[in-house]
């Protein structure tokens, strides 16, 4: 045994699939619904987009088939593999609620297989200075700790932030009023992880005064006394007043030598008090404080909202409320300390959101994934168009000047290439043309491009997607497009006996396969 710490439930050497009326299924790891690639397909426009993968992307289906695609596939992997810089989720709090747009209660150990195959993924789709903040209460939050040591590494493990949500204890809790939640904040590469410092607040700078009219402007007093043990730190100090202190407070040493005493006091950065006869003091300028102020653990909802603000955020701009947004403000501190303009955003749990209403205005890239289809018409869409069309004033709108712009594109996920009839798998009706070879390229990881008989390329390997039976005159015609040094991979519903004879010869390195039975046991698990 290693001696390392993890987290086991039942089923966690399995896999789940969504079912049809909304709930989950146990299955082996290997199963091709669980490694299948699905095909991100393009439902609509708004704004100014681009049709690429640069785009902003609100993707509605189930989170892990979005990010499997945007990991996997590889147009969407090229961009968001390895690069994405914030994972923020809200993801369910299994607290037994039922909440009319939203599933809120699940079996235990489903929920930790929902958050391990997600959080797999996030960490692939993380670039190596990236974050990932998971929104949670006491419900999971414990189990969901010792979940991400194990993904993530404990190491990479940064804090636990607490967000005060209310300030008025609710009298109908049983026992003790549960005010808050908490936000677990991980990094893909600790070392790697650079934060940004928060805007210095008002109150941090009237701290600093001005009452000798010192020419270098405010500044604020330093204990110039330590605990900590300083070889020079023991000596007299004689005071402008002529006062002698015998040395520094009792179980203490100063900070600084004598000598660098002496030069401080030299350039005036030393003060001794209204009359010249205090203890001595470092004055520390407003003018030299550099950057911001570093974040802390605990935030109220005086700075980053109440609960009860995103509900009204989300009741203004849709006339109707979602059952758990979460303020704008919220969203504002874990953008602003995790990323800068123009990183990329993720959030697989969007709901109402707010994450990617957040991000467009402070000019960051997004990518949200909502599997309610309901929810996405009746509130992420509605409500992403109105920002992107300066029609929301809400929110953090005026604290950061923002008048509309940009875009986004809905995706859907695509339909499973796949159908199980009892024990057989079969491929699914729609598999044809076009679409089948879209799909046939996704599952090998060819990145798709039309071009004569071949549908995509990896390397100098091409790909032959053959809706029908490659017999060796099909192969002879394909292979007869190959450049020198290049090779094929046949992909057919069909082949004839001599045809993988008659390619191996003809084509050296090049192979044919059969789908669906290839194509299946050519999926990854996602570990």
Known sequence: MSGRLTLSWVNKDKALVPTDDGSYQWVERDDPRVTEVRLLQQRERVGDVTDGPEDNLLIRGDSYDALHALARTPEYAARYRGKVNLVY?????????????YEDSLEHSVWLGMMRERLLLVRDLLADGGSVWVHLDDAEVAYCRVLMDEIFGRANFIATVVWKRRN?????????????????????ELGSTKFQHLPRTEAMDSAYVNPDGDLRGPWRRGDLAARNFYSKGLYPVTTPSGRLIAGPPSGSYWRVSEDELKRLD?????????????RPYLKRYLSEVKGGRVPSSVWHPEEVGFVRNGKEEVRALVGDVFATPKPERLLERVIQIATRPGDVVLDCFAGSGT????????????VLVEASSLTVEKFTKPRLEKVVCG??????TKDVSWDGGGGFRVLEIGPSLYERFGSRLLL????????????????????YKADGPFCGSKGRTRLAVIDGVADDVVVRSVVSHLEEEERVTIVAKGASPEAAETLAWVSKGSRLLKAPADLTRSGRVVR
Do not use: M
């Open 168 to 188: 008025d204890p609710r009298n109908t809790a049983t026992h003790i009023s549960a005010d808050h939640d908490f936000i677990l904040c991980y990094a893909k």
């Open 89 to 101: 989720i809200d993801p369910p709090f299994n607290t037994n609620q039922a909440f009319e747009d």
């Open 355 to 366: 994450t990617g209403a957040v991000a467009q205005k402070l000019n960051r890239k997004w």
């Open 391 to 396: 029609e929301d004033k809400g929110g953090v």
């Open 266 to 278: 030299a350039d005036g950065r030393i003060y001794w008090g209204p009359d010249g006869s205090s």
């Open 428 to 447: 699914a009706d729609w598999a044809k043309g076009e679409e089948f070879s879209r799909a046939v390229a996704a599952q090998l990881r060819f990145a």
